[in-house]
Nanobody, 119 residues
Framework: QVRLVESGGDLVQPGGSLRLSCAASGSIVSINTMGWYRQTPGNQRELVADITSVNITKSADSVKGRFTISRDNAKNTVYLQMNSLKPEDTAVYYC?????????????WGQGTQVTVSS
């Protein structure tokens, strides 16, 4: 069984910073892409940023220059450093991983962590 566990969500003032972490555990053979998505009530989940196993990154235009995604392959962990946070960044942030177990490839999601940007 595979688990993705996020941490780091919090209430922060506009202009502040947060660092999200997501650790994957279980019967993992290898991990391809890991990423962060976010969702607000009534809206579809949207990609924030993702990173491949060889550290090729992609991010949404709305977060370019403010958010940085990185990963530690030895720890099966992905991070999202969020700087210059804005109220519109408020959302539930979900970790995502496309990985291989002994059985097959699959896409897995974490349970989500709340980020609230407000004064």
């Amino acid at each position: 069984q595979v688990r993705l566990v996020e941490s780091g969500g919090d209430l922060v003032q506009p202009g502040g910073s947060l660092r999200l972490s997501c650790a994957a555990s279980g019967s993992i053979v290898s991990i391809n892409t890991m990423g962060w998505y976010r969702q607000t009530p009534g809206n579809q989940r949207e990609l924030v940023a993702d990173i491949t196993s060889v550290n090729i990154t992609k991010s949404a235009d709305s977060v370019k220059g403010r958010f940085t995604i990185s990963r530690d392959n030895a720890k099966n962990t992905v991070y999202l450093q969020m700087n210059s946070l804005k109220p519109e960044d408020t959302a539930v942030y979900y970790c995502n991983a496309h990985l291989r177990t002994r059985a097959s490839w699959g896409t897995y999601w974490g349970q989500g962590t709340q980020v609230t940007v407000s004064s």
